[in-house]
């Protein structure tokens, strides 16, 4: 097995792609969607090691994605709301971040998270 050269352990990138998958699962979960799917991945581009999650989702606004990552904020009730400000939080510490888009693919509507880390220039794959 090759271990990633990343600039966090492998498991606080398990951990923080968790809590996307976790989410990930639990909207889908909670619709009457058809077709139900998680699309979930790894690449580098750019400078960076993106790790992401993308599932069959309604179109998000600016305004409500922005409300996602409010501590304590959850649609799915009290106690909730932590995963995301904890992950923004930390990627902000690593000069990373964390990106939210709607994309279309094959004429499926998804909400795409990606953890954005700077490549580990010390190492390389």
Not at 18 to 40: F, H, R, S
Not at 54 to 81: A, H, L, P, T
Request: aromatic letters at 12%.
């Amino acid at each position: 097995m090759i271990a990633l050269p990343l600039i966090v352990s492998e498991y606080e990138i398990i951990e923080m792609w968790g809590v996307l998958i976790d989410n990930a699962l639990e909207a889908l979960l909670e619709t009457d969607y058809e077709k139900k799917k998680i699309i979930i991945g790894y690449k580098r581009e750019d400078g960076w090691d993106i790790f992401y999650v993308s599932n069959i989702s309604i179109f998000y606004s600016r305004e409500e994605i922005d409300k996602f990552f409010q501590r304590n904020y959850s649609s799915k009730g009290f106690g909730r709301g932590i995963g995301l400000d904890k992950i923004r939080k930390k990627l902000k510490q690593l000069d990373g971040g964390i990106k939210v888009e709607n994309k279309m693919e094959n004429g499926d509507q998804y909400l795409e998270f990606s953890i954005m880390l700077p490549q580990n220039n010390s190492c390389h794959i």
